[in-house]
Nanobody, 113 residues
Framework: QVQLVESGGGLVQPGGSLKLSCAAS????????MAWYRQVSGKQVEKVAQ???????YVEDFAEGRFTISRDNAKNALYLQMNDLKPEDTAVYFC???????WGQGTQVTVSS
């Protein structure tokens, strides 16, 4: 069973920063690859960044140099630090396994002046 609770979203101006957090109730969390995903209104879910159980990371091109994914296995937590946010980053952000299992509620990120 997978339970995921995302938090940290909000309204931010272009160029601003946010740090998203995910509290994960996942069996064997420390051994599972995880990822952040997002869904822009009216579009399909897309992956933003992924992190292996050994903490190797990969960030999609649109987030390269701006977003950083990290995890704290002791806390069963996943994070996404987002800098230099752009209006096109506006979306609902989700954490999940990689590949994904059951989805949580996500957290809304709105980038607007």
């Amino acid at each position: 069973q997978v339970q995921l609770v995302e938090s940290g979203g909000g309204l931010v101006q272009p160029g601003g920063s946010l740090k998203l957090s995910c509290a994960a109730s996942v069996n064997g969390f420390s051994a599972r690859p995880m990822a952040w995903y997002r869904q822009v209104s009216g579009k399909q879910v897309e992956k933003v960044a992924q992190i292996s159980f050994t903490k190797n990371t990969y960030v999609e091109d649109f987030a390269e140099g701006r977003f950083t994914i990290s995890r704290d296995n002791a806390k069963n937590a996943l994070y996404l630090q987002m800098n230099d946010l752009k209006p096109e980053d506006t979306a609902v952000y989700f954490c999940n396994l990689d590949p994904p299992a059951d989805w949580g509620q996500g957290t809304q990120v709105t980038v607007s002046s």
